[in-house]
C-alpha cells in the first residue's frame, strides 16, 4: 500500500488530489507536474538505457498522430502537446506536455499504452503501485472529476507529485 503526503490543496479543486491520483493509477508515472502558466500537465516517464534519436522521432510521430485521432473522436483539438527527452547516464526521462483543457484519464491511459507497447521492459514501473481493480475504479474516477474541476479552475500554484521510496509526495513548486 502507498502511504501519500499530500500539500494542502490552495491551488484549485482537487489540483493535488489529480497528481496524485495519477500516480496511484498509473505506477509507469514517476512524476506529474501542473504548470498553472501554461494550465496544463507534464507526466514524467522512466525509460532504462538511452533513447536515441531515430527512436525518439519514431515516439514523437506515433504520439504526435495518435493524440490527434484520440482528439478527433473525443472532438476536442489538443492544444498543447510536448515531448522531450533527458537522458541521465543508462535511464532516459520522458515528458509529454498536455494542455488539461482537452486532456481526458483515457488519453493518459492511451500515452500509458503506447508507452508500455514501445519500451517494454525497459520502462520503469514503480514495483509497489499495483492497486486492487476496485481501487482502480476509484483512482479514475477522482481523475475524472478532479480534471473537469481543474478546467474551470483558476489562480491555482504550480505543483510537482513524485514518488520515493513507495510513497507519493506533493510539493508546491
Known amino acids: 500500500m502507498n502511504n501519500t503526503n499530500i500539500a494542502p490543496d490552495r491551488s484549485g479543486p482537487g489540483s493535488a488530489g489529480l497528481l496524485v491520483s495519477i500516480l496511484l493509477r498509473f505506477p509507469e508515472v514517476g512524476s506529474v507536474t501542473f504548470d498553472p502558466d501554461n494550465h496544463s500537465l507534464r507526466f514524467t516517464l522512466l525509460v532504462r538505457g538511452r533513447l536515441e534519436s531515430t527512436g525518439y522521432e519514431q515516439l514523437l510521430e506515433l504520439l504526435d498522430s495518435s493524440v490527434r485521432a484520440f482528439g478527433v473522436l473525443q472532438g476536442a483539438d489538443p492544444r498543447l502537446l ?37 519500451f517494454g521492459e525497459r520502462l520503469v514501473v514503480e514495483a509497489d503501485g499495483a492497486l486492487v481493480e476496485e481501487d482502480l475504479l476509484v483512482q479514475e474516477q477522482l481523475i475524472d472529476a478532479a480534471l473537469d474541476d481543474l478546467r474551470d479552475a483558476r489562480g491555482q500554484q504550480n505543483l510537482i507529485a513524485y514518488r520515493e521510496g513507495g510513497r507519493v509526495m506533493v510539493f508546491n513548486k
Open 82 to 118: 510536448g515531448v522531450e527527452r533527458t537522458s541521465f547516464g543508462q535511464v532516459t526521462a520522458i515528458e509529454f506536455t498536455r494542455d488539461v483543457e482537452t486532456l481526458t484519464r483515457e488519453e493518459i491511459a492511451m500515452l500509458i499504452e503506447l508507452a508500455r507497447d514501445g
